[in-house]
């Protein structure tokens, strides 16, 4: 499965853009999809993952109420909506596939995830 997340740009505080990540080739099905970023010289940080049926997701608490993780299954695309952005949240957004039958427990590990994609630049300013 290859991922291809896009729709990055730079914006001010308060902004919101919808990031995009399509999956083509492999089985799509069943994965549930989760975004990351990554700040140069930082270690990759978690931001929100949806389940497979777009009915369970979760949030990184610094996100939480701002952000919000969709899908379309038709479209083997998954969406990251960020409103009221900060200064702080500015990385680069990459989203990854979990590894089928991971427990929710564990979906904020970096190790459960066996596909990333190319990530898209995102910069916010004061």
């Known amino acids: 499965v290859q991922l291809q997340a896009s729709g990055g740009g730079s914006v001010q505080a308060g902004d919101s853009l919808r990031l995009s990540c399509k999956a083509s080739g492999g089985t799509f099905s069943g994965l549930a999809l989760g975004w990351v970023r990554q700040v140069p010289g930082k270690e990759r940080e978690f931001v929100g993952i949806?389940?497979?049926?777009?009915?369970?997701?979760d949030y990184a608490d610094s996100v939480k109420g701002r952000f919000t993780v969709s899908r379309d299954n038709y479209k083997n695309t998954v969406y990251l909506q960020m409103n009221n952005l900060k200064p702080e949240d500015t990385a680069v957004y990459s989203c990854?596939?979990?590894?089928?039958?991971?427990?929710?427990?564990?979906?904020?590990?970096?190790?459960?995830?066996?596909?990333w994609g190319r990530g898209t630049q995102v910069t916010v300013s004061s």
């Open positions: 949806i389940d497979w049926y777009g009915e369970t997701t």
């Open positions: 990854a596939a979990l590894r089928r039958g991971t427990d929710w427990s564990r979906v904020r590990l970096e190790d459960e995830y066996i596909y």
